[in-house]
């Protein structure tokens, strides 16, 4: 897939529309890579005149500064927000919740002005632009269960973009008992994505499964590379990967283009 | 001799309202141990957020069983303690039912016959938070952090308020004159046939000393409140003006770390430099805290309003798959401390002498630190705009940047940061290889 970078943009004396800021799960991690990829599909389905920073991409700082290390957090920021300045970014949009936050809320007394979006929201304007539209029946009556991000949800008050394009895929959707603005956590955010729980009978990410498992879905859609790994190991934990598929927003959508 | 009582209740009055005067000075002086924050931004927004989560008690009825019997003696409280003026006014000039001689008696016992109605619903409401508390023993009331004192604490004020309530409705009933007037009597006309039998001298002996013990009842209340959860009364109003406005997932950005950053980062800078001679008389800043003092004020005015009502940690993902961490004992562990250090100066002149504990460690461990997933749960549970999370971040940021006492996970994380700009030991030059895959 041809992807351009912001120095070709730069080259070429051109500005693209949205930088789409991939971030360091959707770069390197096998599953995320997926959403990232179907991301790019609905970009180009849709048009969109993207780059990514590529090899100039790095860490938001995000979960540096949630395991407390502000230091790292602020020498990462300074180092983003210099390369986003340089090339004049105006537009920025992740499917990561995590980096939508951090460039959202702490980059801009830092230096870093920019229009931020997540790519559920970014979506949601795509299609009510006109500029993308969803045929396919490929998820029609199937039962979804949406899982809110931390980081989108409670963080940023933003509940309805991921349900309003679901129920685009003319899916069935279902809601868990704890959602929206009592979601429970899937156990990843705050750096515990990158270490070991503490002392505990259970850990996050089964007890939200079970939440999930509650609604009898056949599909669990996530916004959040975090909460994607999180809830694919949980439904593997309870041994109902054949029949349940974790799957990203984007993924979702991506499956549901015409053509 | 007439004047006995009068003078009797004018000293009751003063020492009452005194010491609670004095409780409030010692408040204001701990809070302001903490760092200063400026809050005076959207004063608008602020005061909306007062009328809606603090008079409005929004966030209150989102649990509605809960919710409703709270506004019920929130209500209660706040209008039956309009009675307490007429009292006060009749304990000092040894008038009796004083409003009567300047509100028409219809318009008198209307009010007084709501105070009754409300009286009554507060005692249900009461005993429902009893039952709740005691005989269903709902899971957050009886968590560990809900032993001994505040599991006490939360008891007491429910029989205060019956022993309250009662008093006033036994008042009513006793009240001669005031039951031949026949309005307003719209409980106490029932309680009333029991003592039907009494000579009026008993009567009013209980009339007398009911009232006595009402008034005297709620100033015992007012000074009971600076040692209890009950803070809340009073606290819940400035403390959700000064609740943050902004997303819950925006944490501050601290400027000592920024200022230190961009030194390193301006190439003008000369590494070389001898540092100034006199850079200036303040200490080296202190990244993150480990003791109260280094929380600002709006965290240590959190940790007094506290209701200790476990919402929070009903709803905190560590705590609901069993880690050590609730985000309610962050607070109460805040105010506890925050009280040591208050009577450490008070016992020590007016200074605070190192006694060799602090917040970190002694109080709350690393490990609860460590358990928190930042999903901001607990500050959406909230009903009074308290924010745990802040604080668990605080004292992270004391962990890492002050003792390097992160988990070895986590440090291998934050290397790979600085090494490679990601989470984990990629190679950066590989960051589009995506695209190719
Ligand atoms: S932010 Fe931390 S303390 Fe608060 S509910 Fe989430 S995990 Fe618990
Ligand atoms: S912090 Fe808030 S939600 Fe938690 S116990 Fe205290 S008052 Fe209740």
Redesign the interface.
Known sequence: ???K?MAEFMAEGKQPEILFW?G?A????DRA?KI??AF?KILNAANVDFA?L??E???T?D??????????F???A??NIELLNGYEIKKIVTCDPHSY?CI???YP??GGVYEVYHHTQYIKELISSGRLSIDADTYKGKRITFHDP??LG????EYDAPRDILVKTKANLVEMKRHK??A??C??????????????????N???TEDALETKPNIIATGCPYCNTMMTDGVKNKEKEDEIAVLDVAELIANSLDN | MTYLPNILFAIALIVGIGYFAKNVKRLIRNIKLGQSIDASDNKAERWRNVALIAFGQSKMVKRPISGILHVIVYVGFIVINLEVLEIIIDGLFGTHRIALNVLPTEVYGSLIGTFEILACLVLISVIIFWIRRNVLKIARFIKREMKGWPKTDGNLILYFEVVLMTLFLVMNASDIEFQSLNSGNVVSQFIAPWFSSLPESTLHLIERGTWWLHILGILVFLNYLYFSKHLHILLAFPNVFYGSL??????N??EA??K???L??DPDADPFAAPAEDTSEEEPAK??ASDVMDLNRVQLLNAYTCTECGRCTS?C??N??????SPRKIMMDTRDRLEEVGKNIDANGGVFKDDGKQLLGDYITN?EL????????C??ECPVSINPLSII?DM??????EQSA??S??N???SN??NN????P?N??????????
């Open positions: 897939m041809t992807v970078t991939v360091s959707g770069s390197y991690d890579k990232t990829k790019v990514v590529g090899q991409e790095s860490s700082g979960v540096a500064k949630r395991a407390g290390n502000e230091f790292l602020q020498m990462q300074v180092m936050n959202k809320n702490e007394s830092l931390c980081y409670r963080a940023n008050s603005r009592t429970l956590c156990g990843a955010g705050g750096a515990q994505m990158f270490k070991e729980p503490e002392k505990g009978d259970k850990d996050v089964i007890l939200r | 902004k997303p819950k997932g925006q944490f950005n601290l770390v920024t230190e950053v961009k390193m980062m990244f993150g709803a993902p560590a609901l798959t069993g880690k050590k961490l490990e460590w358990a928190c997933t930042t999903c901001n749960a500050v959406e971040l992270r940021r004391y962990l890492v940047m992160a988990p996970d986590l291998n994380m934050m940061i600085e700009g990601a989470p984990w990629y950066q030059m590989d960051r589009l290889n995506w695209a190719d895959e």
